[in-house]
């Protein structure tokens, strides 16, 4: 009977430290949700899109070969921002960065909305970054004014 009864005292011991463990653990689990819940959100926060400014049209259509003798007739235009000040950027680096862009694609990758603006956006980025300028961006955004493939 002593042993019972020793038994019966351990229970309550067992039991009250699973429940800290169970509670400690909660505890942690809801702090680490909430402080990523709190830095996603702060870091999701999107940053101030510039104002624009002047739009740049390159003025003549590039013809750039696809994959399997293929090619493709592209124009643009540079959506400027209002940081880029009245003058016109240079038109060069973004034709040049176009042209990278677009050689070798298959006109599978560029027959589908999905495929065309994945490679915008790709294209998008470098000429961003191309045209900044002591952390100034330039350009904000381009703008296809015609894009045929044969």
């Known amino acids: ?6 038994g019966a005292a351990e229970a309550p011991k067992k039991s009250n430290k699973m429940m800290l463990i169970i509670i400690v653990a909660a505890v ?3 702090g680490g949700g909430g402080g990523a819940f709190f830095m996603m959100k702060s870091s999701s ?3 101030k899109t510039p104002d624009k400014g002047s739009v740049t049209a390159i003025e003549e259509p590039l013809t750039i070969n696809l994959a399997d003798s293929h090619y493709l007739k592209l124009a643009f235009s540079l959506q400027q921002t209002s940081d880029a000040g ?3 950027v240079d038109t060069s680096k973004a034709i040049e960065l176009a042209i990278d862009e677009y050689t070798g694609k ?5 027959s589908t909305e999905k495929g065309r603006a994945s490679i915008k956006e790709d294209l998008l980025a470098k000429i ?5 300028e ?3 961006e330039k350009v ?3 703008y296809y004014t015609a894009f045929v493939t044969q």
């Open 1 to 6: 009977m002593a042993d019972e009864k020793e």
């Open 28 to 30: 942690v689990l809801l």
């Open 45 to 47: 926060a999107s940053p």
């Open 86 to 88: 009245s003058e016109t």
């Open 106 to 110: 298959t006109v599978a990758e560029l």
């Open 128 to 132: 961003v970054k191309a045209y900044t």
């Open 134 to 136: 002591d952390k100034t």
């Open 140 to 142: 904000m955004d381009i």
